[in-house]
């Protein structure tokens, strides 16, 4: 009896760390949505954002239009992928892509990439 008691619990304990390390998979390879609505204030604000950013860092002169597209996950706060609708100092217009890391509760935003 103590041998099938010890027995189920053995397997117990290998059925719930194997459910365990499935849900910390899940939720690490949480999938990009599309952003609802980009239009939203919030969205054009951190898309300007971006582009004020990165003329800090390349100093090319870009101006922001506006984002006319994008995607966001969710991870530790929130990664955005915008498409963002921009003209160079030539006059030229453009469509770039930004990437936007942001965490409200400390108060985090980081430009990850612009291309």
């Not at 939203?40 to 239009?65: M, R, S, T």
Request: aromatic content about 8%; overall charge negative.
């Amino acid at each position: 009896m103590a041998t099938c008691n010890q027995l189920l619990l053995a397997v117990a304990a290998v059925v719930c760390s194997a459910a365990i390390a499935m849900s910390g998979a899940a939720a690490e390879a949480a999938p990009f949505q599309p952003i609802p609505n980009v239009d939203a204030p919030h969205i054009q604000e951190l898309g300007q954002w971006a582009v004020g950013e990165h003329v800090k860092q390349a100093n090319d002169g870009l101006k922001f239009n506006k984002v006319v597209g994008g995607q966001f996950e969710v991870v530790a706060g929130l990664h955005y992928v915008f498409d963002i609708d921009a003209v160079g100092s030539d006059g030229v217009g453009g469509t770039y892509t930004a990437q936007v890391y942001v965490q409200d509760w400390t108060n985090t935003r980081l430009l990850v990439s612009f291309n």
